[in-house]
C-alpha cells in the first residue's frame, strides 16, 4: 500500500475538489425534504441522516433503507447500474451493523435492451450478496430508464452503528477493499465487488455486524459517492462534531497502476468502503479485523468538537467544509 | 346503491375495455424480470405476484413491498401522486393482512415545486394513515420526475392473506369504499383516501387483518390499476384458477351523480377497494364487518377450476382473459 500522497498534492486544492464535486453538492436538497417528511412515531429509532432507519418492532430491530442510481450510470452502464443498485443498499444495512435480508425494486424502463442489462446486473449482484429481491414494481413506458432499491435488514438495537454517535476525541478509521480497478465504464466507481469471490464479499458484509456486536466503534457509515472526504463530512454532520485528517493517512491502491492520482480518489465511490469512529483503545483490533477480510483500515485522524472539517498534509491544513454555517445535506437548518 | 347495469352495457365491450385498458396491459412485462430476479433463499414465504413479500424472522412476519406511481399521475398533479404513493403502498400491507410499520421514498426531481408538492402529499398522507417516512434517497437532478415509496410491514405468517390461495368453489367479494368523488386531475382514480376522517381511514386499513386474523378469507388483493376486473385477473392468475362473475353485482357509487358511466367505473383506481375470496360461510359475515367501516362489499361471482375470467350481465357471457393461454403479467411463462 502507497501511503506518500504525490508531491503536486495541496490541502487546499483537496478540499475544493471535493467541496465542489457534484457526489456532495448533490447531498443539498435532503434537509428541507427531511424537514417536510418528519412526523413522530414511538418506534422509530433513528431515521433521516443514518444510512438506514431503525425501527423497533418488539425487542427486533429492523433496519430499512432506500437508494438509487445516478441516471449517469445508467446510460453509461446499465449492467453496472442494476449491479450497484443491490451493492449500495447492501451497504446501508451493513454500515448499520445489520444483516441484509431482502430487497424490493423499482424500475422504469425504456429499452428493452437496457432493462435487461440491468436486470442481469441486479440478478448477479443479488446472488453474490445472497440477499433475494423478492418483489417491486414496474413501469414499462417510462420516457426514462431508472432503477431504484429498497432493502430490509435486521439488527439488534443496541448492537446498531449509528452515523450521529461520533465523539470528541474518537479515532477516525477509514477502511477499504483496495483490491479492485478502476471501473471500465465509470471512472469514479472502485470496483471490487464485481472481482471478489462470494464467500470474501459476504465475509467483508457481516464484518460491519462483528463490530457492532462486539461494540468496537463509536459510529459509522458506508463510503458513498461523496468518497471518503465527503462522507466523512455528512458523518459529522449528523454527529455535529468536527474533525482533523491525515491525507497521508488515507489508505489508497497503487494509483499509478490503477491510473488515477490522488484527487480522483478521494472522490471514488468504493465497491466497500467505511468511514469509522473508535476509541484509541479499539483501533488496533479494528484494523485486525478488517485485514481478515481483505480491507485495509488505518487511522486517519480525530473528532473534534469544532464544526469544521480539516485536511493536513505535511505543514498544510485546509478547511473542507464548515458544517455548523452550511452542512452538505442541510440537516439541521 | 345503485346495482343496475345502464342498458347498454354489453359483457363483450366491458371485455374489451379491461382488456385492452393501459392498466392491464402494462403488467405484461412482469413475468420475463420474475424469472430473470427470482433466487432461492429459505426464509422467503412468498414473493412475486403477491401484493407484498412475506419474510420470515424468527416467529415474525416481516411484509416489504413497493410501488411506483405514473408519470402520467406526477404531471398531472405532484400533490396527489404524492399523496397516492404512499396510500399504495398501505394498501399494499393491508391487502397482504398485515400493518404498515414505516416507508422509504425516492424522489427524482426535475422541478422544485413539483417536488414541493410531492412531498406535501406524501407527508399529508404519511400523517393520515400513521405511517411515517423514516429515509429515502433524492435524485436532485433528474431529467425527470419519479417517486416511488417502499414499506414495510408485518403480519403474523398464519395469517397472512396472499393472492394465490383462492380455491374451486369460493365465493369471490368486491369491497369499495363508494362515499367519494372522481379525483378533479385525474379520471380514473375514484378518490376516498383525501375525504375520510383520519380515524374511519384506519379503521379501513385495519379491517383486512381483522379478517386475516379471523381466517374469514381465502384470498385477496387490493384493487390497483387494472381496476376491479383486472385485479381479479391478476389474482387468479397467481392461484392458477378462473371465475366467473355477474357485472350487475360490482358495488358501485351513483354513477349519474359521478358523471362516469359502468365501462369507466370498472377500470378506475378506488382510494379504498379490495377484491377478496371467501368461502360462502363467511360471506355475510365479511361484508357486514367491511360495512362497519364505511365499505361496501358485495358476492359478485365464483371461482372456478378453468383458466378464464368470463363476465355475465344478464343473458350476455364474455370472456375476459384466458389465464391458461397468455396471463396478465405472464408469471407462470
Redesign the interface.
Given at each position: 500500500m502507497v501511503l506518500r500522497v504525490e508531491k503536486k498534492c495541496s490541502t487546499e486544492q483537496i478540499a475544493q475538489v471535493v467541496r465542489e464535486y457534484?457526489g456532495v453538492t448533490?447531498k443539498?436538497?435532503?434537509g428541507e425534504?427531511i424537514q417536510?417528511?418528519r412526523?413522530?412515531?414511538d418506534?422509530?429509532i433513528v431515521?433521516?441522516g443514518?444510512d438506514?432507519?431503525l425501527?423497533k418492532?418488539?425487542e427486533?430491530g429492523?433496519l430499512?433503507?432506500?437508494?438509487?442510481i445516478?441516471?449517469m450510470l445508467m446510460e453509461a452502464d446499465p449492467y453496472w447500474a442494476g449491479f450497484c443498485s443491490v451493492l449500495v443498499n447492501v451497504h446501508d444495512i451493513a454500515a448499520m451493523g445489520g444483516t441484509p435480508?431482502?430487497?424490493?425494486?423499482?424500475?422504469?424502463?425504456q429499452d428493452e435492451n437496457i432493462?435487461h442489462d440491468v436486470?442481469?446486473g441486479?440478478?448477479d449482484a443479488?446472488?453474490k450478496f445472497?440477499v433475494?429481491?423478492?418483489?417491486?414494481?414496474?413501469?414499462?413506458?417510462?420516457?426514462?430508464s431508472?432503477v431504484?432499491v429498497?432493502i430490509?435488514g435486521?439488527v439488534k438495537p443496541d448492537e446498531a452503528i449509528f452515523s450521529h454517535t461520533a465523539k470528541e476525541g474518537d479515532r477516525i478509521i477509514a477502511a477499504f477493499d483496495l483490491d479492485g480497478r478502476v471501473h471500465p465504464s465509470c471512472a469514479l466507481n472502485w470496483d471490487t465487488a464485481t472481482l471478489r469471490d462470494t464467500e470474501t464479499l459476504r465475509s467483508q458484509i457481516r464484518m460491519m455486524k462483528t463490530l457492532g456486536e462486539r461494540r468496537l466503534v463509536t459510529a459509522g457509515k458506508d463510503i458513498s459517492n461523496p468518497g471518503v472526504i465527503g462522507t466523512l463530512g455528512m458523518l459529522l454532520e449528523t454527529s455535529k462534531k468536527g474533525a482533523s485528517i491525515s491525507l497521508s493517512k488515507i489508505p489508497r491502491p497503487d494509483l499509478a497502476k490503477a491510473g488515477i492520482d490522488f484527487y480522483h480518489w478521494v472522490r471514488m465511490y468504493p465497491g466497500m468502503g467505511f468511514i469509522l469512529t473508535a476509541e484509541e483503545k479499539n483501533v488496533a483490533e479494528i484494523i485486525r479485523l478488517f485485514s481478515e477480510v481483505g480491507i485495509t483500515a488505518a487511522d486517519i485522524g480525530e473528532i473534534n468538537n469544532t464544526n469544521l472539517l480539516t485536511v493536513k498534509y505535511g505543514d498544510m491544513e485546509s478547511e473542507v467544509f464548515d458544517l455548523g454555517e452550511e452542512g452538505i445535506m442541510h440537516l439541521f437548518i
Open positions: 457534484a448533490r443539498r436538497a435532503i425534504i417536510s417528511l412526523i413522530e412515531s418506534n422509530v431515521s433521516f443514518e438506514a432507519a425501527i418492532n418488539n427486533d429492523l430499512l433503507a432506500a437508494d438509487g445516478w441516471s435480508l431482502a430487497m424490493v425494486d423499482i424500475l422504469s424502463v432493462c436486470l442481469r441486479m440478478a443479488s446472488r445472497g433475494p429481491i423478492v418483489g417491486g414494481h414496474l413501469h414499462p413506458d417510462s420516457q426514462f431508472a431504484d429498497a430490509l435486521t
